[in-house]
Structures are given as structure tokens and as C-alpha cells.
């Protein structure tokens, strides 16, 4: 489908430090979903959001729904080595059946 | 609750054979889709179906079709396998309604074709 811009591409960071990633579209979004894949894996669901400004956390990540709805953020805090993976978002526009999905962030953790 | 499950979850074919992918969920979601994820890419759309009896064509169709018999199961065919269709193919289900439009993904089948 069609890709949302997602950045950064790739972050490489030490144990510890802090993640923030975000997904920006030209389109207004109702729904913004954010995915973590391992290498040899389908994609696992980590946060759903479904309101302008909404912000909902789970475990050490958080994410929030723009409030233009053309954007969402995820942060990962205090970052540990299984948190290696590809993270991105993804989201169906307001019209039509099928989801968009962003370029991509992959994630290395050095111990 | 399995969730989605795809089988098999691996297959080497030679040029020309055929296969059948089997994607099933067990959450009585309306929509299902297939997708193709080749390496360093992302996730592009083959079909989806928005309900029984019902299939569309999504940004990749060509050599694939699909079929959506019972609700629960999406089967994505190849006729005529070629290398080009060397991937790693996932099936999605959609939960759809305010407040809970998500997408739930398989674990995957990765196709190999010599």
C-alpha cells in the first residue's frame, strides 16, 4: 500500500538511552497503529490510537495520535536489547479499505 | 484464541508448480488481507476481502488469486509460480469499527521458487 514517511530509517543507541520515532502522512487519519517486527516474524501490534492528541502507553512505550491527524509518535523509554526490531506505524484513511504503512525504523541496542 | 495462523510456514516450489497459501482467524473478523514483504522492503498489498463470498485486488495482484469461502479462512493461490514470487507472504485480519479498527498479522509463510 501506500508508505507513510516514517523516521528515522534506522537508530543505532545504547542500552538505557531513549527511543522516539514518528510517522507523518498526507492524509487525516482516524486510527494510527503502531507494529514491531523481528527478523523471520509477522508483525506483533503494540499500540493502537483512535484520537487526535490521544496518548496511550504500554510498558516502556508510548504513543501519541497528532492532533492534526496527519501524524503519530512512538517512544520507547529506558531501551533494553530485546527492543531490537523493526518498528512501524500503520493506518487506514478515511476512505477506502486499505492500510498504509510507514518505511520503517529499525532499532539496534548495543549492551 | 489462535489469533492468525498461516500454514505453511515454509515451501520451496520449482517454476511453474502451483500452491495454495491458507490464512485463518478465529476472531470473526470481516476483513482479511494478503501481503508480500520482499527483503529491505515494506509490506505491499496482494488482495483483501472485506467479507465472505467477497475478494479485491490490491497493489500487487497479478499471479495470485484468492478465494474467501467461509469467513474464517482467506487462501491465496499461485498457478504458475515464478522467482519473482520468491517472498515472504502474511495474512492480516481487521477488527473495523470506531475505536477498534486494528490489523492483526500472521506469522507468515516464506516462499521460495527455483
Known amino acids: 500500500g501506500q508508505q507513510l514517511n516514517q523516521s528515522p530509517q534506522s537508530m543505532f543507541i545504547q542500552e538505557g538511552e531513549d527511543v522516539s520515532m514518528n510517522c507523518t502522512s498526507s492524509?487525516?487519519?482516524?486510527?494510527w497503529l503502531w507494529y514491531k517486527q523481528d527478523p523471520g516474524e509477522g508483525p506483533v501490534l503494540l499500540i493502537a490510537?483512535?484520537?487526535?492528541?490521544e496518548l496511550t502507553s504500554n510498558g516502556r512505550l508510548t504513543a501519541q495520535f497528532g492532533i492534526t491527524r496527519k501524524d503519530s509518535f512512538l517512544n520507547i523509554s529506558a531501551s533494553i536489547p530485546s527492543d531490537v526490531g523493526i518498528y512501524f506505524c500503520a493506518g487506514p484513511p478515511n476512505t477506502g479499505n486499505q492500510f498504509y504503512f510507514g518505511t520503517g525504523t529499525s532499532l539496534t541496542v548495543i549492551p | 484464541n489462535a489469533g492468525v495462523t498461516q500454514t505453511p510456514k515454509f515451501r520451496v516450489l520449482k517454476t511453474g508448480q502451483s500452491m495454495t497459501l491458507l490464512c485463518a482467524q478465529d476472531?470473526?473478523?470481516?476483513?482479511m488481507y494478503w501481503y508480500r514483504q520482499d527483503p529491505g522492503m515494506g509490506l505491499r498489498l496482494i488482495h483483501y476481502?472485506?467479507?465472505?463470498?467477497t475478494t479485491a485486488k490490491g497493489e500487487v495482484p497479478d499471479g495470485y488469486n484468492v478465494s474467501r469461502l467461509k469467513k474464517q479462512n482467506f487462501l491465496l493461490g499461485l498457478e504458475s509460480a515464478a522467482p519473482s514470487q520468491t517472498s515472504v507472504y502474511f495474512c492480516?485480519?481487521?477488527?473495523w469499527g470506531v475505536g477498534s479498527d486494528t490489523q492483526y498479522f500472521g506469522p507468515g509463510t516464506r516462499l521460495t521458487v527455483l
Open positions: 492480516a485480519s481487521r477488527t
Open positions: 492524509s487525516i487519519f482516524n486510527t
Open positions: 476481502s472485506v467479507g465472505e463470498g
Open positions: 476472531m470473526n473478523h470481516e476483513y
Open positions: 490510537l483512535y484520537k487526535a492528541g
